[in-house]
């Protein structure tokens, strides 16, 4: 079991009121371990023959381990965005001290293209977003709803 995934993720659990430093030491220790397994991966195809058991077995083996890897590197962005997301949908056009020296430079500057990306959508529309759309209404009939998610799997499909 991968260690270095595994505290990545504890680190937002620890408190989740607290937005964390970026840990950019266990990221890239997370990316070296993908590209190690992938390079693994490599030489085993070059030299092996992979119709064997034990060699499909550890080909199985790396490859699941990339993906779990990626799945952890994933996670913990996604959650370190959501929190951007949800201050930025608050109706905030700026980070606070807290959020802003823990967040990455890339964390920095999708929060400013995100906010943009609001601010452009509320003006083009010339509704206010934030505080009318982003709770939906309690009062709409059930058969209403349905019609309505209907019509938007019908829009899906036809794309």
Known sequence: MNQIGLALLEE???DPKNFPLYNSKLVGDLEKLIVSY???INEIVQCQD?????IASSLVFYHFS?????RY??????????VLKAHCTANHSSLPESLDK???GYEREFFKNYHQLIQHTIGSLKIN???NDLIPPNNVPPKRVLNL?????????NK
Do not use: A, D, F, V
């Not at 992979?50 to 034990?54: A, M, S, V």
């Not at 990339?66 to 990626?70: A, L, Y």
């Not at 998610?149 to 499909?157: Q, S």
């Open 12 to 14: 937002l659990k620890k």
């Open 38 to 40: 992938q390079e693994t």
């Open 50 to 54: 992979t119709n064997e058991p034990e």
């Open 66 to 70: 990339i993906q779990r890897n990626k």
């Open 73 to 82: 590197l994933c996670l913990y962005h996604n959650e370190r965005l959501n």
């Open 102 to 104: 823990n967040c990455s």
């Open 129 to 131: 977003l934030i505080q």
């Open 149 to 157: 998610l209907t019509k938007y799997n019908e829009l899906l499909k």
